[in-house]
């Protein structure tokens, strides 16, 4: 059965840097795209990055408005994938949930962890 | 701005059956089937419902069904039931560098 728990959220300040991991079990993580998602409190959700599988080069991509400062990798001996926030702004404040697709290069959400939540705020 | 648009919400009465629209353009969900549906309760992850246009996601009733024309994707929920009162979030796989776009969400009350 597919699992994923996300950790490390909380409160960070602007500027700051914050790693989210994704601890995954039920399968190998570097068989397939690896992909995190967030909401900000009260809105919709938000597409964030995408690690693909190891067959496809564990190549990264992320949306516009993270470009830049966040990084995702993994750790495939751990079975864990990380979401590296740098430079935070208020408007990263969200939820953030981590997702695994269907198919091995599938980025399209298919399993969710349950998110976990950062507050950035002075 | 949601990349896709969903009406913000919808209602209907216990027995009804409702479709949600999710409307993108041809870089999106007029180019292929990789359309998603998500379900969500206050303060709860999202449960996917339909992958792939039409797929029931397991365990999901056979009152939802998805289906597509041209850029707009629909969710039909038939036999509608106080518990499907939520908010329904779209998504569809994209030919741009941001791979997956999300409708803005349609809640949904039953009266």
């Known amino acids: 059965e597919v699992h994923l728990v996300e950790s490390g959220g909380g409160l960070g300040q602007p500027g700051q840097s914050q790693r989210l991991s994704c601890t995954a079990s039920?399968?190998?993580?570097?068989?397939?795209?690896m992909t995190w998602i967030r909401q900000a409190p009260g809105k919709g959700l938000e597409w964030v990055g995408v690690?693909?599988?190891?067959?496809?080069?564990?190549?990264?991509d992320y949306v516009a408005s993270v470009r830049g400062r966040f990084t995702i990798s993994r750790d495939d001996s751990k079975n864990i994938v990380y979401l590296t926030m740098d430079s935070l702004q208020a408007d990263d404040t969200a939820i953030y949930f981590c997702?695994?697709?269907?198919?091995?290069?599938?980025?399209?959400?298919?399993?969710w962890g349950q998110g976990t939540l950062v507050t950035v705020s002075s | 701005q949601s990349a896709l648009t969903q009406p913000a919400s919808v209602s209907g009465s216990p027995g009804q059956s409702i479709t949600l629209s999710c409307t993108g353009t041809?870089?999106?969900?007029?180019?292929?089937?990789?359309v998603s549906w998500f379900q969500q309760y206050p303060g709860k992850a999202p449960r996917l419902i339909i992958y792939?246009?039409?797929y029931r996601a397991s365990g999901v009733s056979d009152r939802f069904s998805g289906s597509k024309s041209g850029n707009t994707a629909s969710l039909t929920i038939s036999g509608l039931q106080a518990e499907d009162e939520s908010t329904f979030y779209c998504?569809?796989?994209?030919?741009?560098?941001?791979?997956?776009?999300f409708g803005g969400g349609t809640k949904l009350t039953v009266l």
């Open positions: 997702c695994r697709g269907r198919t091995s290069p599938s980025a399209m959400p298919h399993y």
């Open positions: 039920g399968f190998n993580i570097g068989d397939f795209a």
């Open positions: 690690i693909r599988s190891r067959s496809y080069g564990a190549t990264t």
């Open positions: 041809s870089s999106d969900i007029g180019a292929h089937d990789y």
């Open positions: 792939e246009l039409s």
């Open positions: 998504s569809s796989y994209t030919e741009t560098s941001t791979l997956v776009v």
